[in-house]
Structures are given as structure tokens and as C-alpha cells.
């Protein structure tokens, strides 16, 4: 999809110069090290902002607590935002978060097991790239996972 190639000019485009020029130039050499360093330092934007917010006027949600129990989630979304969780929307996350057993899982579908995602990235990427992920991420003292907790 083109991410290697010219990383550092897409970079810019994504996160602008303020943030851009918070990387550190060691980070912009891999695609692993680069995404470790950005997804810290996107965090650490949003944090930011979300502190000079009053904290009952946004939620904040992990990946990991969404495919851990899509619906209870789900459920407490629409309910902070005021919406109904109905029947209808009851299945829709049923039927993108839980595979069927009758239905063939197709890669590029929308339709998951959501516990089979949690670490799905740590399936498919080697140690040696998780591990530069990680300092990375690391290095740029990130609010969200701070802790190592992986």
C-alpha cells in the first residue's frame, strides 16, 4: 500500500509539523519504529486536549475493551451518548463482533470474533518488529500503555 515509501512526507500530511517535529529522527528510519513513535505521540495529543475537557463530556474507549465484550461496551456507548441500545442495534454488534459457526470467516469481512482480535497484530508481526514497535512507543512517553502492558 505504498507506507514504506516516503514516510517522512506522509508524516507530515498525518500529524502535522507541530507533532511531526516531536518525532525523533531514529523513529522516521523503519515503518515499525515510526508507527510505535506516532501512535505514542497521538496519544499523547489527545490526552492533552481531553484534559482541558470536563471528564463527564467524553468517554474514553480501548480497542481491547471493545473486543472483549462488544456488546456490554457497545451498550454503555449509546447509553452515555444518549442513544437507544435496542434490539436492533443489540445485532448488529452481535453480528460484526461474534463469528457465526454456520458462516465461513472471510479475511477481508467486517465480521470478527472480537476475542480473537484483541492481539491479533502479535500473530501476524515478528518479536523483532513488535519489540522495535515497542520501544519506540516507549521512548515517547505515551499516556496509554505506559505500564508495558501489552
Known sequence: MGWVEGI????????????FSELQAEHTQSLWSCHGAMQALVYRH???????ISHDSYRTVSYESLCRDPE??????????????DE???KRVRQHSRKEEDRKEEPYSTHRRSTDMINAWKRDLSKAKQSEIREAYLSMHPPVYENGTW
Open 46 to 52: 489527545v490526552f492533552d486536549i481531553l484534559d482541558s
Open 72 to 85: 456490554e461496551a457497545f451498550r454503555d456507548l449509546f447509553e452515555f451518548a444518549g442513544f437507544p441500545y
Open 88 to 90: 436492533h442495534a443489540r
Open 8 to 19: 517522512e512526507s506522509r508524516l507530515k500530511d498525518i500529524l502535522g509539523q507541530k507533532l
